[in-house]
């Protein structure tokens, strides 16, 4: 919801790949603590990149139109650990 606020998104038509994956990553001003930022460790950016690229496929994927898909919240992990899908929905079209 803050993000929708705060107008501080990426978006681009799916799918992604990693490098353009890792790109959005780069514009979300708010994504730049999971750096490291204040001493904390830094968030697994890579894992980041591979869910958004693996999220994005469901946009081509063979099967069932995919009408809407959502993860939230996804919790970025420190590096080397991943992230965590709290909650996802997928709508079939």
Do not use: C, W, Y
Request: glycine content about 8%; charged content about 25%; hydrophobic content about 55%.
């Amino acid at each position: 919801m803050l993000a929708e606020i705060l107008r501080d998104r990426s978006i681009r038509l799916a799918p992604v790949d990693l490098a353009e994956a890792k790109a959005m990553i780069g514009e979300v001003v708010a994504l730049k603590t999971l750096a490291g930022f204040r001493g904390k460790p830094p968030g697994d950016l890579d894992a980041l990149a591979q869910a958004l690229v693996s999220l994005s496929r469901l946009a081509v994927h063979d099967g069932p139109a995919v009408a809407e898909a959502e993860i939230n919240p996804l919790m970025v992990l420190p590096k080397g650990e991943g992230v965590t899908a709290v909650d996802a929905l997928v709508k079939l079209g």
